[in-house]
């Protein structure tokens, strides 16, 4: 299968197109937004440049699932999802912060952590901790959402005093985001994982607040397997991880951290393949289910025909 980087299409009743880090979505009538999930792939907000075939299938089936079993919780965008690689909803307005909620000592917080950082985003840390520690309490570490260039860390205080987010709409984001969170780690422990960290993206419609993009894929989130998490821990030895931070950690060993100056690595197919098959273990594992790839030789025109036989059913 081709691996798709990029599409090119003219909906009926296409208003705009608008071309993401990894999606491309048009929108239709001023109403609605399809949403494709190209295979491109990126790692410190730089799009590499080999898209890895099946990722967008991959994450775009998860955040389906996801978003079907949390809208008990919270409202979301999805309409309806009329191809393995796209999701059709109603159009948002987003609010320009992104809800990153943590349940370990890992990661982006782990790196702050380990720098001699102890307070991220406003909230303030105890000492003692190491590398994927479950923390005393799940926190909620925000991001400004950048249109280009990096994501930055961003305190409640610094969101409400620039009325980035109001008081009232914030407090109902942190509510949403923890329950999110505890839904999310309740499933993935039925799937012996742990959620240690994720990201959740809200917008709205009139007053209503909706979740939207992507929930618990492992693009925007970290799984840890939880059998064997303890004696890990007790040993100090790495945790074993379902999420993205082995492209990320491929590319820190290879000197490119989306610097200015830094050069990415080059994607052979070997590093290609093997980040396909990661994702589709990711899949597997998460949800429970055999993936089954869809090889259609002509994807796009697969997702054109798919798209259109939607809209036209509006």
């Known amino acids: 299968m081709t691996a798709i980087k990029g599409t090119n299409f003219s909906f009926p009743k296409q208003t705009s197109f608008y071309k993401g880090k990894v999606r491309d979505v048009y929108t239709i009538d001023n109403q609605y937004m399809v949403m494709v999930v190209t295979d491109r792939i990126s790692a ?18 998860i ?12 409202p979301n965008w999805v309409i309806s999802v009329p191809d393995e690689m796209v999701t059709v909803g109603r159009i948002c307005e987003p609010f320009k912060v992104e809800m990153v909620v943590r349940g370990y000592m890992a990661g982006h917080l782990w790196r702050e952590y380990s720098a001699g950082r102890r307070t991220v985003c406003g909230v303030t840390l105890p000492e003692g901790l190491n590398e994927n520690d479950k923390l005393p309490n799940p926190i909620i570490t925000p991001t400004t959402k950048a249109a280009v260039g990096h994501d930055e860390d961003i305190s409640r205080e ?20 923890y329950a ?13 994982l742990i959620l240690a960290d994720t990201k959740y993206e809200f917008g709205k419609v009139g007053d209503e607040v909706y979740l939207i993009d992507e929930i618990h894929t492992p693009d925007s ?26 492209v990320r950690k491929w590319l820190i060993e290879n000197n490119f951290q989306g610097k200015d100056g830094q050069v990415i690595p ?11 098959e990661r994702y589709i273990e990711l899949y597997e594992q998460i949800i429970g289910e055999k993936f089954v790839k869809n090889e259609q030789a002509d994807v796009n025109a697969r997702i054109e025909k798919n798209v259109i036989a939607f809209l036209n059913s509006l």
């Not at 699932?65 to 809208?71: R, S």
């Open 221 to 246: 989130s970290r799984y840890f397997y939880m059998d064997g998490y303890a004696e890990r821990q007790e040993k100090k030895e790495p945790q074993k991880q379902l999420s993205k931070e082995f």
């Open 180 to 192: 999110l969170y505890e839904r999310g780690t309740q499933m993935a422990a039925e799937r012996g």
């Open 44 to 61: 410190f907000d730089v799009v590499l440049p080999e898209a890895i075939p099946f990722k967008g299938q991959v994450l775009n089936q």
């Open 63 to 74: 955040a389906s699932k996801f978003l079907n079993a949390t809208k008990d919780i919270v």
């Open 266 to 276: 080059e994607m052979t197919a070997e590093i290609v393949n093997s980040i396909s």
């Open 158 to 177: 610094d969101i409400l005093a620039k009325g980035i987010v109001s008081l009232a709409d914030y407090t109902l984001l942190e509510k949403y985001t």
